[in-house]
């Protein structure tokens, strides 16, 4: 089973990367079953969608959409590094999920969600909506990093026992999702 952990902020000086890297390396220590890929928007350089044909069709023209779609389809489970912009997911976030329709279809997600006071919660709420129209079914299991530049410093992001725990136990739930909705893959 692969398990692909995504950030999703491309804002330049973002802590996103410092979370993410947390949370692939707390996943390897604890794979459940899982192969841990992870992947960064920012790098993946989605321009705002530009595909010709609805994503239904999966007749890509863009390599850049072609990258993504295989690193999707080749995915069996996700982890979303979101952060909480104007109370929603970022662009960016939107916009990768928009590109593809058929890869997503059936996978599990799960999500690390960071920001003020909120810890990103409010963020999760609109991404679980456009995940459940492309159907990934979001677990209720999850990380909350509420005020995250208290908890970043020079780089580096260090959890607290609370964020270890619930990542502890999201990635064993996304595990048991990811083996129950392979039949419907299949």
């Known amino acids: 089973m692969k398990l692909s952990i995504i950030t999703t902020s491309t804002r330049p000086g973002r802590v996103g990367g410092a979370v993410a890297e947390w949370a692939v390396s707390h996943a390897r220590k604890h794979p459940n079953g899982f192969d841990i890929q992870a992947v960064d928007l920012a790098e993946l350089d989605l ?24 690193i ?23 916009n990768a999920v928009d590109y593809l329709y058929a890869e997503w279809n059936y996978k599990p ?14 963020a999760v709420e609109t991404a679980k909506s456009i995940l ?3 159907k990934v ?15 970043v410093e020079d780089g580096v992001f260090t959890p607290s026992q609370i964020n270890e725990s619930a990542a502890d136990t999201m990635v064993s739930e996304l595990a048991r999702w990811t083996k129950a909705l392979r039949q419907l893959r299949d």
């Not at 044909?53 to 850049?64: L, M, S």
């Not at 997600?109 to 409010?122: D, E, L």
């Open 109 to 122: 997600a799960a999500f690390v969600s960071y920001g003020g006071i909120s810890g990103g919660m409010r």
């Open 132 to 134: 459940t129209t492309v």
């Open 137 to 151: 079914v979001p677990i209720p299991e999850g990380v909350v990093v509420p005020m995250v530049s208290r908890s």
């Open 72 to 94: 999707v389809d080749g995915s069996d489970a996700f982890v979303f590094v979101l952060p909480e912009y104007n109370f929603v997911a970022p662009p960016g976030f939107f």
């Open 47 to 70: 321009p705002l969608m530009d595909e010709p044909r609805h994503p239904r069709f999966q007749d890509y023209k863009h390599e850049h959409t072609k990258r993504w779609s295989a």
